[in-house]
């Protein structure tokens, strides 16, 4: 599974970047508003950082102007996925970007009815929300599995990008129902690597290493 980093915070891609832990960004216009920058200058910077996609999303609601602003947004740079919103205009903008050989994500999915169409739509990417439906309480991850079955019984291209995601449980799920990639909050990524098994037992053996009074540097 791909891992994305979910922020457009650079420093935080930056860490991440450095341990090759991220294989792509997303963002959306509230994570442009977080970082207070302005969407095609962190845009560039962060498509200049990363080798692989980037998500960098519309904000018209019509489809002539979505294809516009996907137009600009896609002339960042050759990494650069088009993000799209689930609507009926957000499918025709996908269908025409996809066209014209730009990478385009489709977010805000809430179905797998929305997902098919995406498919259908030549989408790079679908972006099922899983934590969003977990709040609404409905089964976010249920709908990760039923797009994998979709998509796997027609052969769809379309990668499965497993989205609002909040835990490190929702990563291994994720992975575990086969995902293509998930896109987390670095907080999250960085989770990962906590068991309080492992702290337990790195404190043992701090304490026996210290009692032999040896040294290895
Ligand atoms: C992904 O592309 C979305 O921007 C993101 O995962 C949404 O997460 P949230 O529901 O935590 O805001």
Redesign the pocket.
Request: aromatic share 8%.
């Given at each position: 599974m791909k891992f994305?980093a979910?922020t457009a915070e650079i420093d935080e891609i930056a860490e991440l970047n450095d341990l090759g832990m991220v294989d792509g960004v997303?963002?959306?216009p509230?994570?442009i508003l977080k970082s207070g920058r302005d969407i095609l200058e962190v845009t560039r910077e962060i498509a200049g950082m990363v080798e692989g996609p980037v998500?960098a999303?519309v904000v018209a609601l019509e489809a002539d102007d979505m294809l516009a602003e996907g137009r600009k947004l896609a002339e960042i740079a050759p990494n650069i996925a088009v993000?799209v919103p689930l609507t009926w205009a957000g499918l025709k903008t996908c269908k025409a970007l996809s066209a014209e050989g730009t990478m385009v994500?489709v977010?805000?999915c809430f179905s797998a009815n929305q997902a098919l169409l995406a498919a259908k739509a030549g989408a790079t990417f679908i972006?099922p929300?899983?934590?969003?439906l977990d709040?609404i309480n409905i089964d976010g991850m249920e709908l990760i599995a039923d797009i994998r079955a979709i998509y796997d019984n027609y052969g769809f291209e379309t990668q499965i990008?497993a989205?609002?995601?909040?835990s490190a449980n929702h990563m291994k799920d994720a992975a575990l129902i086969g995902a293509d990639v998930a896109?987390?909050?670095p907080s999250v990524i960085r989770k990962m690597a906590d068991h309080i098994l492992t702290d337990k037992g790195l404190e043992v053996f701090m304490k026996d290493w210290a009692k032999t009074g040896q040294k290895i540097l």
């Open positions: 994305f979910d997303t963002t959306n509230s994570l998500s999303e993000k994500n977010t805000l972006s929300f899983i934590g969003r709040d990008l989205a609002s995601i909040r896109t987390a909050p």
